[in-house]
């Protein structure tokens, strides 16, 4: 189900809310985008879980939206204009096509769904949402060391008063 009446036109990327990240495609045209999933041929895109953090390869795949998109929602989200110039909508469609049912090298971090789109629209892969974890994950552990250093001055502080007491 699109979010507002999207019409998709050929090259643009259509980002798929799924429950704990974003699935990403190309729109090819005529119903059909262009999306990486997991190797594993018992799991249908739609379906793609956190198994496909564990696997080190995908298959590129032309399948139609509404197939890949099943009951959740999704929007045109060509996020990165304002940033990158696009390539010319033929080049992104030709480039594609050479991809389909292609193996790939699969890595949540480095060359996931979103950077494999990102690279065929922009020629330059990115993925935001795994800069989003990143920063998160190092402001987890920044706050735990933090945490940790605080108890450990606090501990410091608080031990040498009843040292102090017991003179």
């Known amino acids: 189900m699109a979010d507002g009446g999207c019409h998709p036109q050929p090259g643009d990327l259509i980002e798929i809310d799924r429950r704990v990240y974003q699935h990403w495609a190309l729109y090819l045209g005529d ?98 949402q795994v800069t989003r974890v990143v920063i998160g994950a190092a402001a987890t552990v920044a706050g735990i060391v933090l945490a940790g250093l605080a108890a450990a001055v606090l501990k410091g502080f608080s031990g040498k008063s009843s040292k102090e007491r017991n003179c």
């Open 31 to 128: 119903g059909y985008v262009i999306n990486v999933t997991p190797v594993d041929e018992g799991a249908p895109s739609l379906s793609v879980s956190t198994t496909s953090i564990f696997t080190r390869k995908a298959k590129v795949k032309k399948q139609l939206l509404k197939e890949v998109v099943g009951n959740h929602t999704w929007r045109v989200n060509n996020k990165y204009d304002c940033s990158r110039s696009p390539r010319p909508v033929k080049e992104i469609i030709r480039r594609a096509e050479q991809w389909i049912d292609r193996e790939v090298p699969y890595d949540v971090l480095g060359s996931n769904c979103e950077h494999f789109v990102t690279e065929l629209r922009y020629g330059e892969a990115v993925s935001e």
